[in-house]
Every structure is written in structure tokens, then in C-alpha cells.
């Protein structure tokens, strides 16, 4: 942020936020008891009616964010940046002393829903996918297109008002800046989601010839079903080209050319090698390593140690 | 018989082998190598199962078996790391001069998973944005260079 300021030339101010909530005013009329040990001493049966927000009150926010919200001063503006702690605003807001900034025409947070969906991705446990959240990520989709449609309006205004939208700094200006950027954050955010997953995809491409096990295909949205599909195929073509390599066995360092496993379920006569085998379940097997190992990936087959 | 391989063509396959895993770029297909190298694989699975069918010492034809794996490991692996690299980064490899180090296959591998990763994006994402805001390499049409980073 300092960097931002130093390069575009602008002011910083700085301020506490601790005690903020405490100056928004109440609407509503609210009315508490006294405290213990805050008693006025003969007016104990009597109760208060609140003038300023209480923090712990469940209008604070509200009334504080109102009150700085009508404010003419850039300060206080600045105050709601750092307030909602969106550090991209607050770069931009606090800049020119003399202008207000028209963005906050939803008391919602930007960027709250996008950073949630990428939070999901780094809760995960590496390499394992998630179900798709579709609702979150649409609700971000929407969120762009809200941001979008208020930027339009505002370059029209600005339009309107015989401004230069490129040149021209008015709050009008900052509003617009604020809406692009956030719209760029959520694109950033929602590619980085579906990036980090087709990740996944790419490392279950080599694992799986082209049918997903159904516990993975259930947490895979239909464009996720299909990239798969696609990427796979290209694997096989490629491998196909280099005269049917198969490159997605032996996957480790040869230790023993055979390897000794249990089959785990019924999969049936199977030609392995030049001869036909029975994969019975239960029963157990010296295959090689380079045979059984779509079967233990999928879980058919476990391999016996020691 | 010594070694299954040429004694040069494991070294150099082994070699190749080792450079490419601990290089993140992706280095110059070794063709040639390569090429020699599953024709030997080839001509010896065929001398091992000869060796199998007529009865020959089997402690000898499982010692060949694992050399002969280790072969085919290595050349699987080598051909398997280049390939992760291609996924990982194909934006950069087809913009670069490292597109020449890439064989003709890997090349059609490359060009097909770049154009499977931008349909995805474009139907998943890009196409449901605002105009202005669709591109997969730049942020949006106001960015003067490609600033998606991916």
C-alpha cells in the first residue's frame, strides 16, 4: 500500500479503528440496565437509554458504518476501508484529501465470497478434491456482474457530466477504480479455484485410464467431467503416438519384478500376461507390479508387504 | 551378455533421466537416445521371453527381467516428467523457445492440452463474466501485457 501511494503520489493518513464502533449514533431506541457496580446510587431500579452503539451491540456495526458512511470527510471514509479490512480499498481511498469515494452502495463486504472459496481450496488436504461448491461460486459470478453494472452507471454519470471518465478524479472516478478492481479480484480468485482443481484432475488423469471412480466423479462439476475426459484422451493419443507406451505404470522404481497381492474384490477372469487368471476375491496373486497397479490405485487390489 | 542396454545408452539414458527431473525448464528431447534406447528394450523382452519359453537358469532370466525394468522405468519415467512439466506450464512452453525442445508428439500434446485448459476456463468461468473480462491471459482488456499469471 505504501509502495501504491509512493508510485501514484498520493497522501496516507493513518488511524485507529478500535473505538469506532463506538461513535455511531442509535437510531433505534434501545434500552439496557444498568451494570453491576455502575449503579447510580438512588436510581437503582431505573434503566438506560443508549445514545451511542455498545460494542457487543448487534446495531453497532450498522450505525457505525451509517454514520461514516454519510460523512463528508475522506478520514472517515478511509475508516470504513480499513473497517471492512479490504486492503485494496483502503489503498485507493486513502489517497486524494479532497474527495469522497462513491462505491458503498452495498453494506456487504467485496471479496468475501471469493475468499471463501479459495480458503475451501487451502483447507483441503492436499491432492484430495472437494465437492464443487456450486452456490458460492456463482454467488461470486453474480458478484462481478453487480460490479460491472454499477461501473457502467457510474462511467454514464461521469458521461453525462461532460467528464473525461480516463482523466477526470472525482469520486465518481475512485467508485469506478474500486468496482474494476474488485471484479478482478473475484476473476482471480475464481480462476485460481478451478485452476488448483483441474491440479487435481490432472494428477487422477495418470492414475485412472478414463473412467473416475464414482466417489471422485460425485465432487466434479459437468465442465470439470469434461476436462477430464479431454485431458485424458489427449494423454492416451499422445501415448498412443509414441507407439503404445504406456506411461502411466510403473509409477516407482522397480524393487521386485512381482509383487505379491490380495484381491479385494470380484473382478473376475482377467488375460494378464499370456494367461488367463481367475481374480477371485480373497484370493492372492503374484503379479507384476506393472499388472496390479490400476487395480490397487482403484482399490480392487491391495499389495502385501513383508 | 554383460548388461541388457549398451553400457553407453544406460549411462546417457540415466543421465538424461537425472537432468530432467532436477531442472524445472523443460531440456532438449533426447530423440535419438531415446529412439535407441526402446529398440533395445524391445530386442531384449524378446530375448527374455526366448530365454523364459527354452528353460534357461531362471535365477538368470530374473536377474535380466529387473535390469530390463529398470530400463523401461527410467525411459517411462524421463518421457512422464517432460509431460508434467508441459502440463504444468503450457502457457509458457508455447510461448517460448522452448517450444523447439519439445518433440513432435509432446508438441501435439502440448497444443491439445492448452486448448483443453482454455476451453475449461472459457465454459467454467470467462464466458458467465462481464465483457472486458473474458480473456484467460490477460486481467482484463485494460491490462497492457498478459497479467493472469497462470
Given at each position: 500500500m505504501l509502495g501504491l501511494a509512493a508510485t501514484l503520489d498520493l497522501e496516507i493518513e493513518q488511524l485507529d479503528v478500535w473505538i469506532v464502533f463506538l461513535h455511531g449514533d442509535l437510531e433505534d431506541e434501545i434500552y439496557m440496565e444498568q451494570s453491576k457496580g455502575f449503579e447510580v446510587k438512588g436510581k437503582e431500579g431505573l434503566i438506560c437509554c443508549l445514545r451511542k452503539s455498545l460494542y457487543g451491540l448487534k446495531q453497532a456495526p450498522r450505525q457505525c458504518f451509517r454514520g461514516l458512511r454519510t460523512s463528508n470527510n475522506l478520514l472517515f471514509s478511509s475508516v470504513v476501508a480499513t473497517f471492512f479490512r479490504w486492503r485494496l480499498v483502503s489503498s485507493i481511498v486513502l489517497c486524494h484529501r479532497l474527495f469522497r469515494c462513491n462505491i458503498m452502495e452495498h453494506t456487504e463486504i467485496y471479496g468475501k465470497r471469493a475468499c471463501q472459496l479459495v480458503k475451501e481450496l487451502a483447507s483441503a488436504e492436499p491432492g484430495q478434491l472437494t465437492r464443487f461448491n456450486d452456490d458460492l461460486f456463482n454467488q461470486v459470478i453474480k458478484e462481478c456482474n453487480v460490479h460491472y453494472k454499477q461501473f457502467y452507471e457510474l462511467t454514464r454519470k461521469m458521461q453525462e457530466e461532460g467528464l473525461d471518465v480516463q482523466s477526470a478524479r472525482n469520486a465518481d472516478h475512485f467508485g469506478m477504480l474500486i468496482h474494476h478492481l474488485s471484479l478482478l479480484r473475484n476473476k482471480r480468485c475464481l480462476m485460481a479455484y478451478m485452476y488448483k482443481r483441474a491440479e487435481i484432475i490432472h494428477s487422477l488423469s495418470w492414475k485412472v485410464r478414463r473412467i473416475l471412480p464414482q466417489d471422485i466423479e460425485e465432487k466434479l462439476c459437468d465442465c470439470e467431467k469434461r476436462y477430464f475426459k479431454n485431458h485424458s484422451s489427449a494423454l492416451q493419443s499422445y501415448m498412443k503416438e509414441m507407439g503404445s507406451l504406456d506411461l502411466t505404470v510403473d509409477t516407482v522404481p522397480p524393487k521386485d519384478p512381482y509383487i505379491k497381492v490380495r484381491v479385494l474384490?470380484?473382478?473376475?477372469?482377467t488375460a494378464i500376461g499370456d494367461r488367463d487368471t481367475n481374480l477371485a476375491r480373497h484370493s492372492i496373486h503374484f503379479l507384476k507390479r506393472t499388472d496390479a497397479e490400476h487395480y490397487i490405485f482403484q482399490g480392487m487390489m491391495e499389495e502385501l508387504v513383508g | 551378455m554383460n548388461r541388457l542396454l549398451a553400457t553407453s545408452d544406460i549411462v546417457l539414458l540415466k543421465t538424461a533421466w537425472r537432468n530432467e527431473k532436477a531442472d524445472p525448464e523443460i531440456l532438449k528431447f533426447q530423440a535419438a537416445l531415446v529412439q535407441r534406447s526402446r529398440e533395445q528394450i524391445q530386442l531384449m523382452e524378446d530375448t527374455v521371453e526366448e530365454f523364459k519359453r527354452s528353460g534357461f537358469d531362471p535365477l538368470i532370466v530374473s536377474i535380466y527381467q529387473m535390469d530390463l525394468e529398470r530400463a523401461q522405468f527410467l525411459l517411462r519415467s524421463y518421457l512422464r516428467i517432460r509431460l508434467l512439466k508441459i502440463v504444468n506450464d503450457m502457457i509458457h512452453i508455447s510461448k517460448t523457445d522452448v517450444w523447439n525442445h519439445l518433440s513432435r508428439e509432446e508438441q501435439n500434446f502440448a497444443s491439445r492440452c492448452s486448448e483443453h485448459m482454455k476451453n475449461y476456463m472459457d465454459e467454467a468461468v470467462l464466458s458467465k463474466l462481464p465483457s472486458g473480462y473474458q480473456s484467460n491471459v490477460k486481467q482484463s482488456i485494460a491490462s497492457e501485457e498478459d497479467d493472469m499469471g497462470i
Amino acid at each position: 500500500m505504501l509502495g501504491l501511494a509512493a508510485t501514484l503520489d498520493l497522501e496516507i493518513e493513518q488511524l485507529d479503528v478500535w473505538i469506532v464502533f463506538l461513535h455511531g449514533d442509535l437510531e433505534d431506541e434501545i434500552y439496557m440496565e444498568q451494570s453491576k457496580g455502575f449503579e447510580v446510587k438512588g436510581k437503582e431500579g431505573l434503566i438506560c437509554c443508549l445514545r451511542k452503539s455498545l460494542y457487543g451491540l448487534k446495531q453497532a456495526p450498522r450505525q457505525c458504518f451509517r454514520g461514516l458512511r454519510t460523512s463528508n470527510n475522506l478520514l472517515f471514509s478511509s475508516v470504513v476501508a480499513t473497517f471492512f479490512r479490504w486492503r485494496l480499498v483502503s489503498s485507493i481511498v486513502l489517497c486524494h484529501r479532497l474527495f469522497r469515494c462513491n462505491i458503498m452502495e452495498h453494506t456487504e463486504i467485496y471479496g468475501k465470497r471469493a475468499c471463501q472459496l479459495v480458503k475451501e481450496l487451502a483447507s483441503a488436504e492436499p491432492g484430495q478434491l472437494t465437492r464443487f461448491n456450486d452456490d458460492l461460486f456463482n454467488q461470486v459470478i453474480k458478484e462481478c456482474n453487480v460490479h460491472y453494472k454499477q461501473f457502467y452507471e457510474l462511467t454514464r454519470k461521469m458521461q453525462e457530466e461532460g467528464l473525461d471518465v480516463q482523466s477526470a478524479r472525482n469520486a465518481d472516478h475512485f467508485g469506478m477504480l474500486i468496482h474494476h478492481l474488485s471484479l478482478l479480484r473475484n476473476k482471480r480468485c475464481l480462476m485460481a479455484y478451478m485452476y488448483k482443481r483441474a491440479e487435481i484432475i490432472h494428477s487422477l488423469s495418470w492414475k485412472v485410464r478414463r473412467i473416475l471412480p464414482q466417489d471422485i466423479e460425485e465432487k466434479l462439476c459437468d465442465c470439470e467431467k469434461r476436462y477430464f475426459k479431454n485431458h485424458s484422451s489427449a494423454l492416451q493419443s499422445y501415448m498412443k503416438e509414441m507407439g503404445s507406451l504406456d506411461l502411466t505404470v510403473d509409477t516407482v522404481p522397480p524393487k521386485d519384478p512381482y509383487i505379491k497381492v490380495r484381491v479385494l474384490e470380484d473382478i473376475g477372469v482377467t488375460a494378464i500376461g499370456d494367461r488367463d487368471t481367475n481374480l477371485a476375491r480373497h484370493s492372492i496373486h503374484f503379479l507384476k507390479r506393472t499388472d496390479a497397479e490400476h487395480y490397487i490405485f482403484q482399490g480392487m487390489m491391495e499389495e502385501l508387504v513383508g | 551378455m554383460n548388461r541388457l542396454l549398451a553400457t553407453s545408452d544406460i549411462v546417457l539414458l540415466k543421465t538424461a533421466w537425472r537432468n530432467e527431473k532436477a531442472d524445472p525448464e523443460i531440456l532438449k528431447f533426447q530423440a535419438a537416445l531415446v529412439q535407441r534406447s526402446r529398440e533395445q528394450i524391445q530386442l531384449m523382452e524378446d530375448t527374455v521371453e526366448e530365454f523364459k519359453r527354452s528353460g534357461f537358469d531362471p535365477l538368470i532370466v530374473s536377474i535380466y527381467q529387473m535390469d530390463l525394468e529398470r530400463a523401461q522405468f527410467l525411459l517411462r519415467s524421463y518421457l512422464r516428467i517432460r509431460l508434467l512439466k508441459i502440463v504444468n506450464d503450457m502457457i509458457h512452453i508455447s510461448k517460448t523457445d522452448v517450444w523447439n525442445h519439445l518433440s513432435r508428439e509432446e508438441q501435439n500434446f502440448a497444443s491439445r492440452c492448452s486448448e483443453h485448459m482454455k476451453n475449461y476456463m472459457d465454459e467454467a468461468v470467462l464466458s458467465k463474466l462481464p465483457s472486458g473480462y473474458q480473456s484467460n491471459v490477460k486481467q482484463s482488456i485494460a491490462s497492457e501485457e498478459d497479467d493472469m499469471g497462470i
